[in-house]
């Protein structure tokens, strides 16, 4: 596709249980970033790949929090032990590398509802 | 304080009006400056990008930064029911560092 490519859109999960959130990246795009935006928030940082690396996780809450992006392309984004203030749209955004203009294209988000 | 503070409004406009938006910031290292465009359940799409101070204009956007005021504004002319989103002012260090985002203005746009 086009686009920065999210999935699921929509998870409903219990408190307690594990969640992987994926993202497929613009083809081309070395620079992928996970954010999460709450109700009637901008969105908020967690973590930055230049290509296989993470180049910044300085934003990831605590250690329950994982991301990984293994071949530079897709990246998954894994939740352990979900609490119901985790509840949130996690969106993913890609860019060229060193893209200072910071165009970040998002992708439509995945959101997250903690029963 | 946050480094970024953004009015979250709702603001209100008829249609035909001229919007101010603005954002103050705390990072005297910012030096590149965006506002997206955010419609309900989708994610932020680029409005403008301004680098340091100065303005820069697209159609009936405006985007303004004054560095020394740490202030940067957007402002959109003859808005339109189309322009009814929320905006979120964003900004960088460089490019290898995270954009930091506004809380974003809720914009009515009203026929």
């Known amino acids: 596709g086009a686009g920065v490519s999210q999935t699921p859109s929509n998870k409903v999960t219990e408190k307690g249980k594990y969640v992987e959130l994926r993202c497929d990246p613009i083809?081309?795009?070395?620079?992928l970033y996970w954010y999460r935006q709450s109700l009637g928030q901008g969105p908020e940082f967690l973590i930055y790949f230049q290509g296989t690396g993470a180049a910044d996780d300085s934003g990831l809450p605590n250690d329950r929090f994982f991301a990984v992006r293994p071949e530079g392309s897709v990246s998954t984004l894994k939740i352990q032990r979900t609490e119901r203030g985790d509840s949130a749209v996690y969106l993913c955004?890609?860019?060229?590398?060193?893209?200072?203009?910071?165009?970040?294209?998002f992708g439509e988000g995945s959101r997250l509802t903690v029963l | 304080q946050k480094e970024v503070e953004q009015d979250p409004g709702p603001l209100s406009v008829p249609e035909g009006a001229i919007v101010s938006l603005n954002c103050t910031y705390s990072?005297?290292?910012?030096?590149?400056f965006m506002w997206y465009r955010q419609y309900s359940r989708k994610g932020p799409e680029l409005l403008m990008y301004t680098y340091s101070s100065g303005n820069k204009e697209d159609g009936r956007f405006t985007a303004q930064v004054d560095k020394s005021s740490k202030y940067i504004s957007l402002f959109i002319r003859d808005s339109q029911p189309s322009d009814s989103a929320t905006y979120l002012c964003?900004?960088?260090?460089?490019?290898?560092?995270?954009?930091?985002f506004g809380k974003g203005t809720r914009l009515s746009v009203i026929a």
């Open positions: 990072n005297s290292a910012f030096q590149y």
């Open positions: 083809s081309g795009h070395t620079a």
């Open positions: 955004a890609s860019s060229f590398a060193g893209g200072a203009s910071g165009e970040l294209f």
């Open positions: 964003a900004m960088r260090e460089s490019g290898n560092t995270p954009l930091v």
